[in-house]
């Protein structure tokens, strides 16, 4: 870690905790989740500062930002593009559909059907996409930012499990507190600011950041606790699904990155128990109640962070 | 008076053991078997060892002869250094109870445990169980991990706590008994009973009639509304008709119709008896689950919104097994 | 479900095939070495009855029906009367026993079963040594307990368990080292365990017929015995070994003579009658001996010969052990010898004897058939008379075997029903040491001098590896005594003036000529010398055997626990007993692995537990899910005063924990730790 990196990611988190108020754990994520290289889906009602979030991460990081409502309608080609003749050359070209941009947002994406919902997530797993035969490479580094209605509304298309898989942390941003709500309400801050933002990060500082993710040090104490958390989901009556092996990776990943943002070069069972709700949450299902983020709670609990 | 006082003598000195056993071997999930868990005592066959070697020892006198008391002798020190090999057999065992399946009540609770040791100190010839059900024998030879099922056959809904479970090994030459139990805080769920003859079906209705459905906003099927254009709004729904007259952008809303509800309801049954009722309903979900229907259910103090998935059959179930008990 | 072997239990489950077939070696090895003491036929009956068994199981064929068993057991009484074994005899009760272990193999269908058919083989086991207590039978028997133990291992294993090579050796392996384990308390109980005196008399295996010397002699018993080269006894001394023309180990007088037999009184008296008889008229005077010369010590193990004879340099001044001790200075064994028996003794050879010759043992000494043989009855008084003295007499009788053509040999023409005497000393002339000392006794006698034979073994071979004598049966020999008013009992061999060589360098030696020594076997060691030498190293390994442990009895006992202790008190008894055991525990502990067991935790663990206890003790526990920082944090919170303290610590621990490389070294760092800890306490 150079000596400027602790500089730079204060930086960061100071100019979006300006534009976003009272998040400040939500932005660490959002930003463990573009350092770690990985998908974010939040998961909230409109209007709690999903956009503004995403917009300020893309704005601070000096990226390209797009954002899509997603319909019921929504076909994949909205998504992606589609070629359409050209009468000129006489030939199809390419056009290049939102989710080529380096941040991409996904409004509403458990109102797509199904069909538009899995295109979107093989092109974030495979990072490019393939249209009549031919392949074209997405942006790097490419970013999705998905929001989505709670499951109980209706109208919705639950994302499949395998596919919440692909995001590799999941936010509910929640109601900001008083404090930062009245600043909202005086309207000081917050959105307006948006115009206002520098770009504290460009792409070659972002992805050197990103690089220094996996060299974050990993003891065997501390992957000790990642299994005795794994295990504890595999075998616990809480669980009636344990987390995957691609889940555990993304814990360590995540916790890494935590760990980065703290300004660690090594990894704490405190990171791991940061991320861990924003990781498991989407991924592991209760058997009982518990579903989700009490779930992940519940499991942090019982699971002994030291020995 | 004596014929009264012995049953109550009895019970006094088996809750004053439990107690004692109850503050010995706490409640845990997982326990790893050392000096303090374990109790070993000769077997039967102990007795009929001893009584061999005191056979051996009068035929070693009227014969002078030492080398049948040297067997008298050797079987003699085998006998005391059994018990420490019966011990062994059994110390740093690590049990840890995973689970329990939930079931209905009258089948088998299937409580999963996982058995594990250190490579070096193999396990043979453990009985694990309880043993006026099912007692199982396992080897930790060639894994030393290993997962047991045991099945306890129950009989009423609500939470099950199995008894404590006994693990106990003769092995190797079967002539001391070392055994420990354990007393696990997990419990588990019986479901009531499902109702044998469905005679009532769950009301689902008819699937033609819209009327009775309910509107879902931002579907795809019919026509809603009129909204301002937000960015993100697919090309396809912005109504251009509209942007031609006014020059400004508009997008159609659609509404979808989602079929109506399906409740399953405890005042809906005819019935007088609470379990006949909740038998029925467990019945009604399963049959709901496995038709793919949604549903919601409507118990006196729960009440659960229609949906149809895996964990919303278990939530149901769950209410049900556990109507009327304290939690 | 991820994985799941067990099998359930069921009370009544039955025997794994493995297990039959485990309980079938088992039973074979057992009832092999009864073979050369018991009818043959019991090994067929187990063929026969484990083939039906294995077929039983492997479903060829039915279990037996009642039908079948009552056959079988007809069958087997039937064969028991046709053996010929008479009624109330060990043998009979052992082979009773072996008929119900084969046929047990009929009835075997479950563990419990099994072990019965164990338990039956353990106390086979130890029947056995009742037949044989030879070394190879031990080991034998060591062999077959590590089998039979083995087999209850096998017992125990469930039913689904994968017998293969593997497990096989497994369990023989465990098997063994259990019992090996185990040795140290069987010999601290072997050695400690009272040894008691029979509770009642037990018949004794026939195969354990009376050998040696026996309380008669006709010409032919001797040269019968001249034939074996069974051990008869070995002697340890204390001191210089005599010279062997010296070793004359004296067994039994023989005062009656009837023409034919030489026999110890008129009648023939039965073990117990004969100890009465010597106790009330016959009994050992300690005043009639004059103790004269150097003494010679010695320790005799006398092998197991089903006769209460002992045989010993004479007289015998002191004697240790379970004896007798008679008037004509014989020392016998209170009960026949069914094991063998040690006894310590000192002689003085050189010792005058019934000076005072009491009027009992004088008529013994000059009884003689009436009417027998008179031409020696003439002789005797004619050379009488012709003597001036008694010496002279003796002189004169004893130059008269060097003088004419007596011939020493084992192989003598028989002399036919009457006249015995005359018939070998003036026709035959050829004989062995019987004949000379029962001849030269009568003429003794004819001539009104005491006199009587005496029959027990003479020299012996020296071991030189093991510095003591074996007496073999071979070495069988008589000789006489004869009693002068001055000198009392004296020593007399005649057959020396025959055979010299008999006496000097023993049987072997004075046989080369004929080649009769131990002419009816087969292979005969004796004459090569390396064979010789391995022989002795045998044998002399098979002497400790026989002294130290067979020999192991109460006074054995005693004098071994005496030598280790010096006097035994109560309160040494119980000190050492209780170290020995407890280091015998402690043993076991060691050897099996069996530690006190404590969680296994990494030091720094450790020391955070110790961390977590001090706070707990000022009112901070940490949560169960609670990551150290995060407490630690709480802790400083809660404990304004030791904040800094417990942050470092935290610090230190974390580092050490997290972000320390594995082969980084952790010992400053765990120094550091535990001095943070101090600091907190």
């Not at chain 1, 009636?240 to 703290?262: D, E, H, N, Y």
């Not at chain 3, 004897?353 to 058939?369: C, E, G, T």
Request: hydrophobic residues 40%.
């Amino acid at each position: 870690m150079t000596a400027v990196t602790p500089q730079l990611i204060s930086a960061t988190l100071k100019a979006l905790n300006q534009v976003v108020l009272g998040k400040e754990t939500q932005i660490r994520l959002a930003l463990t989740g573009l350092l770690a290289g990985g998908h974010l889906l939040l998961e909230d009602l409109p209007g709690m500062g999903k956009t503004t979030l995403a917009h300020a991460l893309a704005g601070v990081c000096g990226l390209e930002y797009q954002r899509m409502q997603f319909t019921s309608d929504l076909l994949p080609a909205d998504i992606i593009g589609a070629s359409i003749f050209d009468r000129q050359s006489s030939a199809f070209t390419f056009h290049r559909g939102p989710l080529f941009s380096q941040i991409f947002l996904a409004d509403e994406l458990n109102r797509a059907s199904p069909k538009a919902q899995s295109a979107l997530l093989e092109a974030m797993e495979e990072q490019q996409v393939s249209v009549d035969g031919k392949t074209y490479a997405l942006p790097r580094p490419f970013f999705v930012i998905a929001t989505q209605n709670p499951q109980s509304q209706a109208g919705t298309f639950a994302l499949p499990e395998s596919q919440l898989d692909r995001f590799l942390l999941r936010i509910s941003l929640g109601y900001p507190d008083p404090a930062a709500e009245r600043k909202l309400l005086r309207g000081a801050e917050g959105r307006s600011q948006l115009n206002g933002l520098t770009a504290v990060l460009d792409q070659r500082r972002l992805q050197a950041l990103q690089s220094l993710v996996p060299q974050v040090k990993l003891s065997d104490a501390l992957l000790d606790y990642v299994q005795r958390l794994i295990a504890y989901t595999r075998d616990s009556d809480q669980c009636a699904t344990g987390l995957s092996p691609r889940g555990a990776q993304a814990l360590v990943r995540s916790a890494q990155s935590w760990a980065l943002l703290q300004g660690r070069s090594h990894v704490l069972p405190e990171d791991v128990q940061a991320v861990f709700t924003a990781v498991a949450g989407h991924r592991l299902s209760g058997r009982h109640e518990a579903q989700g983020t009490p779930l992940a709670r519940h499991i942090l609990s019982q699971v002994d962070a030291v020995g | 008076m004596e014929t009264h006082a012995k049953p109550t003598l009895l019970f006094r000195v088996k809750s004053q053991l439990d107690q004692w056993l109850k503050h010995r071997l706490p409640q845990t999930r997982e326990v790893t078997l050392r000096q303090r868990q374990i109790f070993i005592v000769p077997t039967q066959l102990a007795l009929g060892m001893l009584l061999l070697t005191l056979l051996l020892f009068i035929l070693g006198i009227n014969f002078q002869n030492s080398l049948v008391y040297a067997v008298c002798f050797w079987l003699l020190a085998l006998l005391v250094l059994n018990i420490l090999h019966t011990y062994r057999n059994l110390a740093g065992l690590t049990l840890k109870v995973i689970g329990i399946e939930p079931c209905f009540a009258g089948e088998n609770a299937l409580l999963t445990l996982e058995l594990s040791c250190e490579a070096d100190k193999k396990k043979y010839a453990v009985q694990l169980g309880w043993p006026e059900h099912d007692l199982s024998e396992v080897n930790l030879a060639e894994s030393n991990h290993l997962r047991v099922q045991l099945a306890y056959p129950t009989q009423r809904r609500g939470r099950w706590t199995p008894p404590r479970i006994t693990v106990r090994t003769h092995y190797p030459l079967g002539l001391a008994v070392a055994w420990s139990y354990l007393l696990s805080d997990i419990s588990g769920l019986v479901y009531p009973k499902p109702q044998e003859q469905t005679a009532l079906q769950p009301n689902i209705p008819n699937h033609s009639e819209h009327s009775s459905g309910h509107e879902i906003p931002g579907g795809s099927h019919d026509f809603g509304g009129i909204r301002d254009y937000q960015p993100g709004d697919a090309p396809r729904r912005i109504h251009w008709a509209k942007y031609a007259q006014t020059g400004e952008l508009h997008s159609k809303t659609f509404i979808d119709y989602s079929s109506p509800e399906c409740w399953l309801d405890w005042d809906a049954l005819p019935f007088p008896d609470a379990e006949a009722r909740l038998s029925h309903l467990c019945s009604q979900v399963l049959t709901c689950h496995a038709e793919q229907q949604e549903y919601g259910l409507n118990i006196p103090g729960t009440r659960l919104e229609p949906q149809w998935s895996e964990a919303h059959k278990n939530r149901c179930l769950t209410a049900l097994a556990l109507f009327g008990t304290l939690e | 479900m991820k994985t799941t072997a067990k099998t359930t239990v069921n009370a009544k489950a039955a025997l794994s095939y493995s297990g039959t077939v485990w309980l079938l070696v088992l039973q074979l090895l057992v009832m092999l070495p009864f073979v050369q003491y018991l009818p043959q036929w019991l090994i067929p009956v187990l063929v026969f009855t484990a083939i039906w068994r294995i077929r039983v199981v492997k479903g060829y064929s039915n279990r037996p029906g009642l039908r079948v068993k009552i056959t079988l057991i007809a069958i087997g009484m039937i064969g028991l009367q046709f053996s010929g074994l008479p009624f109330p005899s060990l043998d009979f009760m052992v082979t009773i026993l072996l008929l119900g272990f084969a046929f047990k193999t009929l009835e075997t269908d479950n563990p419990r079963d099994g072990i019965v058919v164990v338990f039956l083989g353990y106390f086979l086991l130890a029947v056995h040594f009742l037949y044989s207590q030879s070394i190879l039978a031990g080991l034998y028997g060591a062999l077959s307990l590590v089998v039979l133990t083995a087999v209850l291992v096998v017992i125990q294993h469930p039913l689904t368990f994968m017998h293969n090579r593997q497990s096989t050796q497994h369990t023989l392996r465990l098997s063994a080292s259990m019992l090996l384990q185990c040795l140290p308390l069987m010999l601290l109980i072997f050695i400690v365990a009272p040894r008691l005196p029979p509770l009642f008399m037990l018949p004794l295996p026939s195969s354990q017929a009376k050998t040696g010397i026996s309380d008669s002699m006709t010409p032919g018993d001797i040269a019968n015995l001249s034939q074996s080269d069974g051990l008869a006894f070995r002697v340890t001394f204390k001191g210089d070994r005599p010279p062997q023309n010296q070793l004359y180990w004296r067994g039994l007088t023989l005062n009656h003579f009837d023409g034919r037999r030489w026999q110890q009184f008129a009648d023939d008296y039965e073990l117990r009658q004969l100890q009465r008889h010597f106790e009330q008229h016959y009994r050992w005077q300690p005043n009639q001996l004059e103790v004269r010369g150097t003494a010679i010590a010695y320790e005799a193990l006398y092998e197991r010969s089903g006769q209460p004879w002992l045989f010993t340099l004479t007289p015998v001044s002191e004697v240790y052990g379970d004896v007798l001790r008679v008037g004509d200075y014989r020392v016998m064994a209170r009960r026949e010898l069914q094991a063998p028996t040690l006894v310590k003794a000192v002689s003085y050879p050189d010792s005058l004897r019934d000076i005072n010759l009491q009027p009992m043992v004088r008529q013994l000494a000059l009884q003689l058939p009436p009417d027998t043989d008179p031409r020696t009855r003439t002789l005797a008084r004619q050379l009488r008379a012709d003597s001036d003295s008694e010496q002279d007499f003796i002189q004169r009788v004893l130059a008269r075997y060097r003088t004419q053509p007596f011939h020493y040999t084992l192989r003598p023409p028989t002399l036919g029903s009457t006249d015995t005497i005359d018939r070998f000393l003036f026709d035959s002339q050829r004989g062995f040491c019987a004949h000379y000392a029962g001849s030269f006794v009568f003429m003794m006698r004819a001539a009104g001098i005491p006199a009587r034979v005496v029959t027990g073994y003479q020299g012996g071979e020296w071991n030189a590896a093991g510095h003591y004598l074996s007496v073999h049966q071979f070495d069988a020999h008589a000789w006489a005594e004869v009693w002068l008013a001055d000198s009392g009992w004296l020593r007399i061999d005649p057959t020396t003036l025959v055979a010299p060589d008999r006496v000097e360098r023993g049987l072997e030696a004075a046989m080369q000529m004929e080649g009769s020594f131990l002419e009816n076997q087969l292979f005969t060691p004796h004459n090569i010398e390396w064979l010789k030498q391995l022989r002795q190293q045998i044998d002399s390994v098979q002497y400790g055997w026989r002294r130290f442990v067979l020999g192991y009895d109460q006074d054995a006992q005693h004098n071994f626990l005496q030598n280790l202790f010096g006097e035994l008190t109560v309160k040494k008894a119980v000190f050492t007993l209780g170290g020995l055991l407890l280091a015998i525990g402690f043993l076991w502990v060691i050897l099996l692995g069996i530690k006190p067991l404590r969680q296994r935790h990494s030091p720094e663990q450790l020391i955070y537990q110790r961390f977590c206890k001090a706070l707990a003790k000022q009112g901070i526990t940490r949560e169960h899910g609670q990551a150290p920082g995060d407490f630690a944090r709480r802790a400083a919170a809660a404990l304004p005063e030791q904040a800094s303290a417990i942050l470092d610590f935290n610090r230190s621990y974390e580092r050490l924990c997290y972000a320390l490389d594995k082969n980084e070294d952790k010992t400053a760092l765990l120094g550091t730790l535990k001095q943070q800890l101090k600091q907190l306490q």
